[in-house]
């Protein structure tokens, strides 16, 4: 019997909510077109030495915005689009297949009981933030 999604997607999000993880994921190039833009806008206003100066300030202001905006894992993963979440499934399978389990309320039970799925799945999840959404990661309340 194939495993739904959503019930990975739910195990994942439970095992994340569990360890306390939060994550920022870099939204570098929103940093970059600001910075590019106040560059151009110096040079406009000021010419080379406006672009110097624009391009530092927007620099400046671009790692400003883009850092420190974490979010719990579990609402990270529920805004994934569903490829992603299809990669995420993928990995996540291959370490669950061989449960015996009935609903995703069992399923979850039998893996929070298990510390070594725990640690399995929680790779998985820091793999996937770090590689594929080039995150970091918090863990704690």
């Not at 920022?24 to 206003?45: C, I, Q």
């Not at 929680?122 to 863990?139: D, M």
Request: proline share 6%.
């Amino acid at each position: 019997m194939p495993i739904p999604i959503d019930d990975v997607m739910q195990l994942l999000c439970h095992v994340s909510e569990a360890r306390g993880m939060k994550a920022a994921v870099k939204h570098s190039g929103r940093g970059a077109l600001l910075a590019g833009a106040t560059a151009f806008l110096g040079g406009l206003m000021g010419g080379p030495p406006g672009i110097a100066v624009g391009g530092a300030f927007g620099g400046l202001l671009g790692a400003w915005m883009t850092s420190g905006q974490f979010k719990p894992v579990p609402q990270i993963l529920l805004e994934l689009p569903p490829i992603e979440q299809q990669k995420l499934y993928d990995e996540t399978v291959d370490i669950i297949r061989h449960l015996d389990w009935t609903d995703v309320a069992q399923l979850t039970a039998l893996v929070m009981g298990n510390a070594g799925l725990q640690q399995k799945l929680t790779g998985v999840l820091i793999n996937y933030l770090s590689k594929e959404l080039r995150a970091q990661i918090e863990y704690g309340e």
